[in-house]
């Protein structure tokens, strides 16, 4: 196998172009004299930490120094520069949040061995370059503004910090894709480079954020009856419903032994409610609402399965969305205009007809509706966003993210 990768590897330099007589460390002059290239202008934004290596290996072009940082150079580009991020956890005020982070492996020998045969540093660094457009669209942002003095040092690091967030998404971006810019509060489908769909959202409230992480649509929930989690159950709706002996039947809600509508029927009477107020843990029964025009999830939800139960949906408040600030939600994402989503997703995404989808969601009954082509969704926390790769937007950090990320330089 390995024969087979250095023959590939070395059909591939002959195609690069790259030749010359390599040093005992497999450098050449020309990948030396690239490299060196991309380190005078820190084109990846990858330097990071290793600016004294860097100086080292300007002043002397030391072979054994280059391999070093351009390991390291690899390392910051494939995994970021924010202390800490692969551990997915960091503290926000006084609480421990998790902070979604995909790291790739790096592998010295690998790049050591890619080197050797040949290949261009430009093609020893492409798998790790982020495949976002917004990669070197901030990149380019951060260059302009540095040289520009009345820029203050707060909103080149707000770029930076950004800058590495995006290095830390998840790899297989899509050629389309979702993308949940949570300080932002849009949600846009961006196919071919190009915005497909945008609207406003409402994420998770400080204390219930909208965690960041990637995972593929799966399919689409026409008339959603709404689970209610446990914790939400223990700390909203038992209580209420202990002052409020008619609370169940106001918000459409029955009690059922399992999330099945069609498990065993339970009333309040029945369990002992006051045990299970507050607190942490599973709840032994389980409260539903059910579909209706009226549902808290109104009459849509997209579900991409993740650990966090989190997916996005309609909602009856629509009030919320015009609000400049809408951290209202439990954790899911709640669309401003849900048909519109349902429209370009069943009609680009799924093998259903638009009379089918209509049929279905007349219905009123719960039907689910498989996506049948790839659709990544990524929430991401990107606080500066450019817009067409052209303007500079800014956003409050909501979430206090922007604080409690340090960079490690």
Known sequence: MRIKILLAIAFAVLLSGC??????????SSQKNEFLKILKTDKYMSICNQQALYQKVKESKNSQLMSKLLVAYTENLANGCIINASQKEMIVGKKVTTYGAYPQKVSDSDIKMKLKAGQSIEQILKPYVPEYDQFSCLT???????????TSESTLRKIRLNIERVKLMKPGLGKNYALINIPEFVVRIIEDKKTAVAMGVVVGKRRMKTPVFSEDLQYITLNPQWSVPDSIARNEVIPDLLKDPNYLKKHRMVMRSSYDLNSKKLTPDSVDLKAYVGGKGPVPFKFIEVPSVRNGLGRVKFIFPNHHSVYMHDTQSK?????????????????????????????????????????KYDSLKTHYVKITKRLPVHTAYLTTYTDQCSNLLIFPDIYGFDKSQKLNF
């Not at 030749?19 to 050449?28: A, K």
């Not at 048909?339 to 995404?349: R, T």
């Not at 799924?350 to 049929?359: G, L, P, R, Y």
Request: net charge positive; proline share 3%.
């Open 319 to 359: 009030h919320l969305f015009k609000r400049k600030v809408r951290t209202y939600s439990h954790g899911c994402v709640r669309l401003e205009k849900p048909n519109v989503m349902l429209d370009h997703i069943s009609k680009h995404y799924t093998s259903t007809s638009a009379e089918d989808i209509k049929k």
């Open 19 to 28: 030749v010359g007589t390599p040093d005992s460390e497999g450098w050449r």
């Open 140 to 150: 380019r942002s951060y260059n302009i503004l540095k040289k520009d003095s009345n």
